[in-house]
């Protein structure tokens, strides 16, 4: 894995902090794309020559395109890209518990086109390197949820991956859909933190077992739930 450059966003914690930390030690070379502030302290924690901390708006297509240009002008390459960004507002859709539905507005344009533009940003890079692209999704993009817009934005990460691997074909880039059951990122309900739950880092490992297949393997799909989890 040495000095293949890994560009991750949502970087700032969760699984994208933890996969950066992996990453590097497995020899990657990692940017660090985090939506209000470059995270400065993790790229000094991962060592000024291997990290690179960028800031950008995922949702922001100068601004996601600017920080896969600088990482390419930075390490003159770029290798695989986790478009990892999302975020998760309660919603209800006969608005009894969520008045306000303007603020589903941020949601849906992190989750769906921060994820649309950072693979555009990216895979112009990645074929020239034969990279991989990697995705967040969730089991919530496969298993209907109550009331959950949050939900619907991960059925259209799902369909998203599966568009951009029939595009690659031919181009030798590879795409993995990494779905997540209940992870402590530090923004659980009470109700979800009562419930069976995985740790980023094990969500980190999945990414690197993708990342490490050899070029003719492309793992498609990658679901991680904790023990318990029905769906």
Do not use: C
């Amino acid at each position: 894995m040495d000095d293949r450059v890994l560009l991750v966003t949502g970087a700032s914690r969760g699984l994208g902090a933890a996969t950066a930390r992996l990453a590097a030690s497995a020899g990657f070379k990692v940017a660090l794309v985090a939506r209000k502030a470059a995270d400065a302290a993790l790229a000094a924690e991962l060592g000024e020559d291997r990290a690179l901390a960028l800031g950008a708006d995922v949702a922001d297509w100068p601004a996601i395109s600017g920080a896969v240009t600088e990482t390419v002008r930075r390490f003159g390459r770029l290798d695989a890209a986790f478009a990892n960004a999302g975020i998760g507002v309660g919603t209800s859709f006969f608005g009894t518990a969520d008045p306000d539905p303007t603020a589903w507005e941020e949601m849906v344009r992190v989750n769906v086109l921060g994820a649309a533009y950072t693979a555009r940003a990216a895979l112009p890079a990645l074929a020239e390197s034969t990279g991989h692209l990697l995705i967040t999704g969730s089991v919530a993009g496969r298993y209907i949820r109550n009331a959950s817009l949050y939900s619907v934005t991960k059925w259209a990460v799902t369909g998203m991956a599966g568009a951009i691997r029939e595009e690659a074909v031919g181009t030798g880039v590879r795409v993995t859909l990494v779905q997540p059951g209940i992870t402590d990122t530090g923004i659980l309900s009470d109700e979800q933190r009562k419930k069976p739950k995985l740790e980023p880092a094990d969500i980190a490992r999945a990414v690197l077992y993708a990342l490490q297949q050899p070029p003719h393997v492309d793992v498609n799909e990658i679901m991680v739930r904790p023990t318990g989890q029905v769906r």
